[in-house]
């Protein structure tokens, strides 16, 4: 089964700054990936998602990068926030249709 | 009221009580899921419907019950739990079931304690 690595370390950065989370897999590269935020005690929300023929996708301040080789998908926030700290994750279909795995996620803390 | 809702939103139940969890999506969507997620663990789903009907089963204990009368409402009916089953119970939706390319819409939770 696919397995998902996300960093379960928080990331402190000071407002402003350039945030870039890892999510990497360890089976098959999927044909897609998503991006959720979660918000302590709320349901994720979702933000992105890249496709496997899509090396880079932009939303605002938000980045997604995905390199099947590397099995690895980067997300940045640039000019990060306060109103950014939260968990982030990543999701992969895995099996069938619209079953999504998800990984830990990361927790994310924008200082001023 | 928009989005998917969860209630109740806190509950706590001793192991020999029966209790409902319901969830009421307003998107129109067709496809409806129950996760769970307990700390310091992923998400972890639990059932699927599609069209009310159940498309997914996650080897879930008997001891969760899922009921999906229709496109909008799913309800997850729990007895005899164990005290790990204490958890934030997240139901979602999503277009439909046919492809994970649609994004999942979560309701806030239920933070279920099993005492």
């Known amino acids: 089964s696919q397995k998902i690595e996300q960093n379960s370390e928080a990331l402190n950065i000071q407002e402003g700054k350039t945030a870039t989370l890892t999510c990497n897999y360890t089976?098959?590269?999927?044909?897609?990936l998503q991006w959720y935020r979660q918000d302590p005690g709320r349901g994720p929300v979702f933000l992105l998602l890249?496709?496997?023929?899509?090396k880079e996708k932009r939303k605002e301040r938000l980045k997604v990068t995905f390199d099947t080789t590397l099995k690895q998908s980067l997300f940045h926030i640039t000019a990060s926030q306060p109103a950014d700290s939260a968990t982030y994750l990543c999701?992969?279909?895995?099996?069938?249709?619209?079953?999504?795995?998800f990984g830990t996620g990361t927790r994310l803390q924008v200082t001023l | 009221e928009t989005g998917v809702t969860q209630t109740p939103r806190h509950l706590v139940m001793g192991m020999t009580n029966k209790k409902s969890l319901k969830c009421e999506q307003h998107?129109?969507?067709?496809?409806m899921y129950w996760y769970k997620q307990s700390a310091k663990k992923p998400l972890e789903l639990m059932f699927v419907?599609?069209?009310?009907?159940?498309?997914e089963n996650n080897s879930v204990p008997s001891r969760f019950s899922p009921e999906c009368p229709n496109s909008s409402h799913l309800f997850l009916h729990l007895h005899t739990l164990q005290p790990e089953d204490s958890a934030l119970y997240l139901c979602?939706?999503?277009?439909?079931?046919?492809?994970?390319?649609?994004?999942?819409?979560f309701g806030p939770g239920t933070r279920l304690t099993v005492t």
């Open positions: 089976n098959y590269s999927p044909a897609y």
């Open positions: 890249i496709r496997e023929n899509e």
């Open positions: 999701a992969l279909p895995t099996g069938t249709a619209s079953k999504l795995t």
């Open positions: 998107l129109g969507h067709n496809a």
């Open positions: 419907y599609n069209f009310k009907e159940q498309t």
């Open positions: 979602a939706s999503s277009q439909d079931w046919t492809s994970a390319t649609y994004e999942q819409y």
